[in-house]
């Protein structure tokens, strides 16, 4: 059977992914670093790590960053801090998680 994976969000304690075909509990995904901020609507100007308006780039304060192949484009994500979450069509999850450390 297929899913269609079309709704992610990350609860408040920032410990699960919530998705409309289940949830993930990100304890198990063996991180070491803990999310501690709450998500928040986007605007259309994206600061700090973000997916692009079009759905094709992964943007750090809105410069692209990450060009996404076909197959690893949305239908639906979240970000929480610098971390985005990706769900495709297949109903594949992935996690990106963009950290720049200054000279």
Not at 9 to 24: A, K, Q, R, V
Not at 32 to 55: E, M
Request: with cysteine.
């Amino acid at each position: 059977m297929d899913w269609v994976l079309y709704d992610l969000s990350f609860d408040s304690t920032s410990l699960y992914l919530h998705s409309n075909i289940g949830t993930i509990a990100l304890s198990s995904l063996g991180t070491s670093n803990t999310i501690s901020t709450v998500a928040t609507p986007q605007l259309p100007r994206y600061k700090y790590t973000a997916l692009g308006s079009d759905n094709i780039w992964i943007t750090f304060n809105s410069k692209n960053l990450l060009w996404l192949p076909q197959e690893y484009r949305p239908s639906s994500s979240a970000v929480l801090g610098n971390t985005l979450c990706i769900g495709v069509g297949s109903g594949k999850v992935w996690l990106c998680t963009v950290d720049f450390h200054n000279p």
